[in-house]
């Protein structure tokens, strides 16, 4: 069975600051995914990583994947508040799989 | 083009009586995945569709539960004498290959009382 964990749970962070959430999964996977979730709101897709060493960067965000790590990062470059969110990283089996298996989440809180 | 649609936003019933959540995927989308959301966690798989067919529901509880999408019309997650536990948020996705491209709908929050 598919595990994908992510850490940290949970994020409160100084604005200006950078970090980074890792993404851990079981077994060998065709893509991963991140999404962004806002309270009582539904999932926007962030990325879509397709191939190892993959990197892909939108705006303060850049996630890249390490297929051979079975790892990926979401990496947060001089956070601002508006980024105060829960991330999740979704694995699937690719032409295998038809369904995604989601991390448990990473609630960031940005401060001013 | 709309989305996917998800109908209602949020619905209440008691224990006991039945829940309907309707979902009308994007335009030109044959794939049709339905999501749990419970408080404080990550999405779980619960069944796949197609046009007609169920391809997986390897995570839909296999009492009380059913879903469809029928030839004309959304899908259809359909919940039979509801408990608490179902209290959840319930997500639509759909796709136009299969396993590629997800897009959600906003969710139906269902609380139980």
């Known amino acids: 069975e598919l595990k994908v964990e992510q850490n940290p749970l949970f994020l409160s962070m100084q604005e200006g600051k950078n970090y980074t959430i890792y993404c851990n999964y079981s077994?060998?996977?065709?893509?991963l995914y991140w999404y962004r979730q806002d309270p009582g709101k539904s999932l926007e897709s962030l990325f879509v990583?397709?191939?190892?060493?993959a990197v892909k960067q939108e705006g303060r965000l850049m996630a890249s994947l390490d297929t051979k790590a079975r790892l990926s990062t979401l990496h947060i470059t001089a956070a601002v508040h508006d980024l105060s969110a829960t991330y999740f990283c979704?694995?699937?089996?690719?032409?295998?799989?038809?369904?995604?298996?989601f991390g448990t989440g990473t609630r960031l809180a940005v401060r001013p | 083009n709309a989305g996917v649609m998800q109908n209602p936003r949020h619905l209440v019933r008691r224990r006991g009586q039945e829940a309907r959540l309707r979902c009308s995927p994007m335009?030109?989308?044959?794939?049709v995945y339905w999501y749990r959301q419970l408080p404080e966690e990550g999405l779980k798989f619960m069944v796949y569709?197609?046009?007609?067919?169920?391809?997986?529901e390897s995570g839909m509880p296999k009492e009380r539960f059913s879903a469809e999408f029928p030839k004309e019309g959304p899908s259809i997650l359909r919940i039979q004498q509801v408990v608490r536990g179902d209290s959840a948020a319930y997500f639509c996705?759909?796709?136009?290959?299969?396993?590629?491209?997800?897009?959600f709908g906003s969710g139906t929050r269902l609380t139980v009382v």
């Open positions: 335009k030109g989308h044959s794939h």
């Open positions: 077994t060998t996977s065709d893509r």
């Open positions: 979704a694995v699937d089996m690719g032409s295998s799989g038809d369904k995604l298996t």
């Open positions: 990583l397709l191939s190892n060493g």
């Open positions: 996705a759909s796709s136009e290959l299969q396993g590629y491209g997800y897009t």
């Open positions: 569709l197609q046009k007609e067919n169920i391809i997986d």
